[in-house]
Antibody, heavy 120, light 113 residues
């Protein structure tokens, strides 16, 4: 069965960087794009970007351009999302989610989420 | 401010029918991009509920239906049950001069009275 298992919760200071991993299993990793979506406490879903897990090609939401880096390791079926220059507003649960289609969605499987807390 | 607009909340009694609207524009829903719906229980990850405007993934009961017209879409739930109480999000794709990417609605909290 398809599973996306994310790394554990992180606490970071403002200005630091965080790297979250998402390990996929139960399907052919390189056949599907992967998105990253975040959700601040009590807020809605916010799309951060997408990575072609086969080629490594990425497309980021304008809001995160210059601060986010998504990478793919085909040898371990793992994608990574690194967010730099963290500020308190980046406190959120970060999800990886598989794209069932061709980068437009739907997002058919989601990781369990990784809570990132930014606090001094 | 979300690109797709949803009502913050809807409610209904058990057995009733409710609808959740999702309003976009000519750069997303109106451009022909599909609308997908997710539901989310507190403390859990979102789960795909409807894809391609009106298709249910395996395991989703036929009490749930979706539609799309023009620049809007809607999710209907009939025979409301207590277990339907959750947050619901619509999602589409947006392509404009300022960039392209997946977009979500702000979410709708469904309360079963």
């Amino acid at each position: 069965q398809v599973q996306l298992v994310q790394s554990g919760a992180e606490v970071k200071k403002p200005g630091a960087s965080v790297k979250v991993s998402c390990k996929a299993s139960g399907y052919t990793f390189t056949s599907y794009y992967m998105h990253w979506v975040r959700q601040a406490p009590g807020q809605g879903l916010e799309w951060m970007g997408i990575i072609n897990t086969s080629t490594g090609y990425t497309s980021y939401a304008q809001k995160f351009q210059g601060r986010v880096t998504m990478t793919s390791d085909t040898s371990t079926s793992t994608v990574y999302m690194e967010l730099s220059s963290l500020r308190s507003e980046d406190t959120a649960v970060y999800y990886c989610a598989r794209d069932h289609g061709y980068s437009y969605g739907p997002l058919d499987y989601w990781g369990q989420g990784t809570l990132v807390t930014v606090s001094s | 401010q979300s690109v797709l607009t949803q009502p913050p909340s809807v409610s209904g009694a058990p057995g009733q029918r409710v609808t959740i609207s999702c309003t976009g524009s000519s750069s997303n829903i109106g451009a022909g991009y599909d609308v997908h719906w997710y539901h989310q229980l507190p403390g859990t990850a979102p789960k795909l509920l409807m894809y391609g405007n009106n298709n249910r993934p395996s395991g989703v009961p036929d009490r749930f239906s979706g539609s799309k017209s023009g620049t809007s879409a809607s999710l209907a739930i009939t025979g409301l049950q207590a277990e339907d109480e959750a947050d619901y999000y619509c999602q589409s794709y947006d392509s404009s001069l300022s960039g392209s990417g997946v977009v979500f609605g702000g979410g709708t909290k469904l309360t079963v009275l």
